[in-house]
């Protein structure tokens, strides 16, 4: 079926506004990660979901950062009162399995998110 | 903890020519590892992943990766570089359950 996909795919947020990133994972994938790409660099984890449990959030920078998968399958990042060291792309991969570290993350065309 | 580090920003080569990214890792256990490919304006592909068996891995278009625990290496090759390869490269390695760890990423230029 169809891939990973993201929406919005490009995002312009005035900083102090709240934006919201929404993830479609294949149908049927249990893991899914969300991963943060500065200009420049590789991609960083922020967290990842077994199903609809949060089983790893170490990544995410700080309390204005927060996702959520309610039914275990599309996923929301959301990040409160926006800074501009926020600006980046948003990567969002899903995994068929329970993660185990051998198994192929599928990743979307992620998120654009720019704060001026 | 485990890291990666991708021994080069860029690499140029033109069209023909072999292909070469470094790629040195670190980890605390046996990793999996991996070859991302990442065109502009799309998505990450991954090209090729070790996770133990041979340690000569074949990946798509042409693309292979040797591991080499001595080393703690997983340099990407291929024999001749086409314009299409042109694209951003990511060496990644993963721990157990965990997530992956990526490089910083090699720029591939390819000539004419």
């Known amino acids: 079926g169809a891939g990973v996909s993201q929406s919005p795919r490009y995002k312009v947020a005035k900083r102090g506004q709240d934006v919201a990133l929404r993830c479609d994972p294949i149908?049927?994938?249990?893991?899914l990660f969300w991963y943060q790409q500065a200009l420049g660099q590789g991609p960083e984890f922020l967290t990842y979901?077994?199903?609809?449990?949060?089983?790893?959030k170490s990544g995410l920078p700080s309390d204005r950062f927060f996702a959520e998968r309610p039914e275990g399958s599309v996923s929301t990042l959301k990040i409160q009162r926006t800074q501009q060291e926020d600006s980046a792309v948003y990567l969002c991969a899903s995994s068929l399995v329970v993660a185990s570290g051998s198994h192929e993350q599928y990743f979307g065309p992620g998120t654009r998110l720019t704060v001026t | 903890a485990q890291s990666v580090t991708q021994l080069d920003s860029h690499v140029s080569v033109s069209e023909g020519t072999p292909v070469l990214l470094r790629c040195n890792y670190s980890?605390?256990?046996?990793?999996?590892l991996f070859w991302y490919v990442q065109h502009p304006n799309k998505g990450l592909q991954l090209l090729l992943k070790y996770t133990s068996a041979a340690t000569l891995v074949k990946g798509i278009n042409g693309f292979e990766a040797e591991f080499k625990k001595s080393e703690t290496s997983f340099h990407l090759t291929k024999p001749s570089a086409h314009m299409s390869d042109a694209a951003e490269y990511f060496c990644?390695?993963?721990?157990?359950?965990?997530?992956?760890?990526f490089g910083k990423g090699t720029m591939l230029l390819v000539s004419p």
């Open positions: 980890s605390s256990y046996s990793p999996s």
């Open positions: 990644v390695v993963s721990e157990g359950y965990s997530t992956l760890t």
């Open positions: 979901f077994q199903n609809e449990a949060q089983l790893d």
């Open positions: 149908s049927g994938h249990v893991s």
